[in-house]
């Protein structure tokens, strides 16, 4: 929690820079709140489906896969440990859209660090690159749910495939 304070300190500067030199679009910005320096992992769904660190080890890949990730495992879950786990060469895995579905939820998609994971995957899910195509496919699930009248449970594995194959592809 120490860390915190001057993160805070360095964000409330940096907003105050934004103000000076922008102040028409900055002018009456004000830092409404900030997470926790170092603190990865917080809350995540139980999924439909769940990724396991073996999963991510292994190169899965899931039948009903929405995204493609090849990030090493980077699990640094407390200040004394710090596991770095690079992949091999053209070593990839699937995150599975059951991943994203809440397990007793309708019509609710989780992307990112809250998709059912457990914290070796997640560590390796969680970056920036994962988290995009998590969103594109969360987007393309609504659009198809929107246009077919389902539910995010019953889209159509195959239509949201299709939109996602440059993802998903093996090149």
Known sequence: MGAAWPARAEAERAAQLLRDQFPSVFGHARLR??????????????????????????????????????????????AADYRWQPLPDSHSYTVPYGALLPAELSNVLAVGRCIDADPVALSS????????????AAAHAADLALL???DFATVDIASLQRRLAPNLGDS
């Open 33 to 78: 709140r900030l997470g926790y320096p170092g603190i990865r992992q917080t809350r995540t769904i139980v999924g439909r489906t769940s990724l396991s660190a073996d999963d991510i080890l292994a190169g899965r890949r899931f039948p009903d896969a929405i995204a493609r990730a090849a990030w090493p495992v980077e699990l640094h879950d407390s």
């Open 125 to 136: 899910v969680r970056v920036m690159g994962p988290c995009a195509a998590m969103g594109v």
């Open 148 to 150: 077919s009248g389902r």
